[in-house]
């Protein structure tokens, strides 16, 4: 197994991920709380947010389907989304949040159902990313954190 | 592995019904120290410090029942039912939890909020998502909260004339914390004092 390449290839993903705007710096302050006595705390806290926000966006799905459509409560759901997904450095999925809740105070039914159908490629694509990352990273053995070097 | 342990971590209770929060803000605690209990909801931490929400205002028996001390609380300000400012003035209605120190986390940067919760007596506010280096604001209000209840516990006891001196407090900085608490408690009081009373002149 050529471990050099697969760390350049870690190192690489991560970055691409940070320059396209995917994570932000959150991601990598949940990177040094990860350490031998909690050794898979990235991925952990990744997948509650996975687990957590899709349960979410069918909420926010159903509430939108409802009529008439109640924007508190969607705003009061598009939030929790945003709060979640700013606290792992999910940094697009957080600005399609405020843009949804723009929408909402505007009470713009059309502008909230697109963004919703953003959110919902954010999430998916965000999604698959972080879990070809954390594949990386299993392989190359015990618990090892990409390096920030080229931060 | 043997650790000895010189003295018993400081114990939080963390409230916040995100669970990937919950899981960061525990992380956050463990890794600055603290032992931690995280709940997802106000009125389960009103439970879990043994007040329940329709005798909140009476003074608590329940509250020494508790097996294990809570040195601070940390809730975040948006959640559903009750709010992280409900919890933060139950607590302060409640004689035996109001000194305990409460922070409070919000994602949104709203002044007025923030300062709602400061004059109802939160010790602090954090901006989500809460960083590594928030958590080392945490200690110092525990610690002006346990000499100031100490510095109490010396006032009755001197009050009682008792023969006996256990105290658990033997910091020998401690009296400096209790004369400025004491400062501190006689302007908390003239604070108190009813504005509406005041004449005014228009």
Redesign the interface.
């Known amino acids: 197994m050529d471990y050099t390449n697969l760390r350049r290839q870690i190192i690489s993903m991560k970055k691409s991920l940070f320059d396209q705007g995917y994570l932000d710096e959150?991601f990598n302050?949940?990177e040094?709380?990860q350490?031998d006595?909690?050794p898979n705390?990235v991925e952990?806290?990744?997948a509650?947010?996975f687990?957590?926000s899709s349960r979410l966006l069918t909420n926010i799905e159903q509430a939108l389907e409802k009529y008439p459509q109640d924007f508190y409560r969607l705003d009061?759901l598009v939030?929790?989304f945003?709060?979640?997904g700013?606290?792992?450095?999910a940094l697009r999925m957080k600005n399609e949040c405020s843009m949804f809740k723009a929408h909402c105070n505007d009470r713009n039914l059309e502008g909230c159902r697109r963004s919703l159908q953003k959110m919902k490629r954010e999430h998916a694509t965000l999604k698959q990313k972080l879990e070809t990352y954390f594949h990386l990273l299993r392989q190359v053995g015990p618990p090892e954190r990409a390096v920030n070097s080229w931060k | 592995m043997a650790v000895v342990a010189t003295e018993t971590p400081f114990h939080v209770l963390a409230v916040d019904d995100s669970l990937p929060d919950r899981k960061l803000i525990e992380r956050l605690l463990k890794t600055s120290s603290f032992q931690v209990t995280t709940v997802d909801s106000g009125s389960k931490a009103l439970q879990f410090l043994g007040i329940h929400d329709d005798d909140a205002s009476t003074v608590s028996v329940h509250a020494h029942q508790l097996d294990v001390a809570v040195n601070l609380i940390i809730t975040d300000y948006c959640m559903p039912g009750m709010t992280g400012y409900d919890l933060l003035k139950k607590i302060k209605e409640s004689s035996s939890l109001r000194d305990i120190p409460v922070v409070i986390m919000s994602s949104e940067n709203i002044p007025s909020r923030i300062n709602r919760c400061l004059e109802e007596g939160a010790d602090e506010f954090f901006l989500k998502p809460v960083r590594l280096s928030d958590m080392s604001k945490l200690k110092p209000h525990i610690l002006k909260s346990r000499c100031r209840e100490h510095s109490q516990q010396d006032q009755e006891q001197q009050h009682q004339q008792s023969d006996s001196n256990s105290n658990d407090c033997s910091n020998p900085t401690n009296k400096s914390h209790s004369d400025s608490s004491r400062k501190r408690k006689a302007e908390d009081n003239e604070e108190i004092l009813p504005q509406k009373n005041r004449p005014r002149h228009s």
């Open positions: 959150q302050q949940l040094e709380l350490d006595s909690s705390f952990e806290v990744v509650l947010f687990k957590d009061s939030h929790q945003k709060g979640s700013s606290s792992i450095g």
